[in-house]
């Protein structure tokens, strides 16, 4: 697999930093649990030969699927070579030969032959693909997919509805600050704007059999979720600040006291939220 990230990075947080790898151990955990397992939808997994992650961050996916089915091989590319490191050393230490992961950048035509995949995976790249980077992006999958193979996108709907006034306040910069700077396909910059949008792209490639599943997870206080989606919080919105104060829609000292509110009022004893999500399936004809 070349070791090759040619091109502009435009993920909106530091991909190569520790906080963001932690962040993202967890989010896997609380994902994947929350869709009740990493082959959600797929029909007969153990057809599965060749499988692929794109911006697989630390792995959590991979490793999964490759637990699951011993018999396929699994691998995950993502930008970051912390990741990547991570998620190889994951692989060795749980035993998982099956395993493997390499540097890549998804932005860009992707370094694999023509239909080599039995699965292509894919989940949370609102953050990193631009918009119209989205068409190329299909297309490639469906270029490494073998005829009858899947298509597997997981896109957020939101980033969390909750009680909290200031917590609602940076989901709304943040629909924003990205539909400003080229992310996501909402029309105003109120939405995210992705999970509309897909199974229309997925049907311009001419996948068939399309399905959908919706998921949620509650964050609210005193429930299970909570403490989870609190630390990815802590550490997420910190990470983003920079892409928030770089879109020139709040200064960095108003971001700070949004930031400490939102902490506190997701201690309040009458918090409440939930985050929702989407999966799309596809098969390529
Ligand atoms: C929001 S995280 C999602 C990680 C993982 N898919 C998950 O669901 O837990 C986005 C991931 O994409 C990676 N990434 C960002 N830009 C990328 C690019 N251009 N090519 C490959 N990976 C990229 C980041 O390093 C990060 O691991």
Known sequence: MADETAGENTYIVDAESPAETARLINLDRIITQTMGGALVGIDSPNKLHNILDLGCGPGGWVLDVAFALPDAEVEGVDISRVMVDYANARALTQSLPNASFGKMNIAQPLDFPDASFDLVNARFLTGVLLRDRWPGFIAECTRILRPGGIIRLTELIDSGVSTSPAFERLQHLIYQALWQNGYGFSIDGRTLGMTHALPRMLRASGYQHLRHMGFGLEF????????????????????????????????????????????????????????HYMMFIGTRP
């Open 220 to 275: 609210s206080v005193n429930t299970p979720g909570w403490i989870d989606f609190y630390r990815n919080a802590e550490i997420g919105y910190r990470l983003g600040q920079a892409f928030y104060v770089n879109a020139g829609i709040i200064t960095s000292e108003e971001f700070e006291q949004l930031y400490q509110q939102m902490l506190i009022e997701m201690h309040s004893d009458d918090f409440f939220g939930m985050w």
